[in-house]
T-cell receptor, first 110, second 111 residues
Framework: KNEVEQSPQNLTAQEGEFITINCSYSVGISALHWLQQHPGGGIVSLFM???GKKKHGRLIATINIQEKHSSLHITASHPRDSAVYIC????????????FGTGTRLTIIP | DARVTQTPRHKVTEMGQEVTMRCQPILGHNTVFWYRQTMMQGLELLAY????????DSGMPKDRFSAEMPDATLATLKIQPSEPRDSAVYFCASREGETQYFGPGTRLLVL
């Protein structure tokens, strides 16, 4: 069983819809990252969370440490948000090794 | 606009050949990562360095892979000998604060 599970694997939505992508993990962690991989392959780091919530533009990331769960929300989705969103966890303080989820492929239709 | 650069962007080689991939991290970033991405395994950490010292290379097959930072502006990942199962995209990233900045990747195909 993968230590990091993402759902859904694929998501298609209409432009303007509110999007939620989920990430669950099975072990204690020191931090969780959300990454975005563009259709061309480039990877961008969106957030690093160890507690609570972070917001950047239309993106919001939350984490519940007790429930071992994080969500990435996109408000007012746009076709340019179409990408693969990857969750990754860092298990130990002082060790920067990340364990990755398999990603959620998001497609926003105009 | 500082960014991580990687060379080559694409490499096709034959099984058994040596492959060297290079990465120039963003100036001033002291932590550098090598990742591999395949369709089957997704993203995996191969190794990372802090202040040029290797801190964790547990994700790397030691018999054929080696990673080094000859200086603060260059990280290298070598595969010798290469095998078809090494075909993947190899990403380098460097970190400042909480954020990792990824290079564009080297797409490797071993025939």
């Amino acid at each position: 069983k993968n230590e990091v599970e993402q759902s859904p694997q694929n998501l298609t939505a209409q432009e303007g819809e509110f999007i939620t992508i989920n990430c669950s993990y099975s072990v204690g962690i020191s931090a969780l990252h959300w990454l975005q991989q563009h259709p061309g392959g480039g990877i961008v780091s969106l957030f690093m969370l160890s507690s609570g919530k972070k917001k950047h533009g239309r993106l919001i990331a939350t984490i519940n440490i007790q429930e071992k769960h994080s969500s990435l929300h996109i408000t007012a989705s746009h076709p340019r948000d179409s990408a693969v969103y990857i969750c990754a966890v860092r298990l130990y303080f002082g060790n920067e090794k990340l364990t990755f989820g398999t990603g959620t492929r998001l497609t926003i239709i105009p | 606009d500082a960014r991580v650069t990687q060379t080559p962007r694409h490499k096709v080689t034959e099984m058994g050949q040596e492959v060297t991939m290079r990465c120039q991290p963003i100036l001033g970033h002291n932590t550098v990562f090598w990742y591999r991405q395949t369709m089957m395994q997704g993203l995996e950490l191969l190794a990372y360095f802090r202040n040029r010292a290797p801190l964790d290379d547990s994700g790397m097959p030691k018999d054929r892979f080696s990673a080094e930072m000859p200086d603060a502006t260059l990280a290298t990942l070598k595969i010798q000998p290469s095998e078809p199962r090494d075909s993947a995209v190899y990403f380098c990233a460097s970190r400042e604060g909480e954020t990792q900045y990824f290079g564009p990747g080297t797409r490797l195909l071993v025939l």
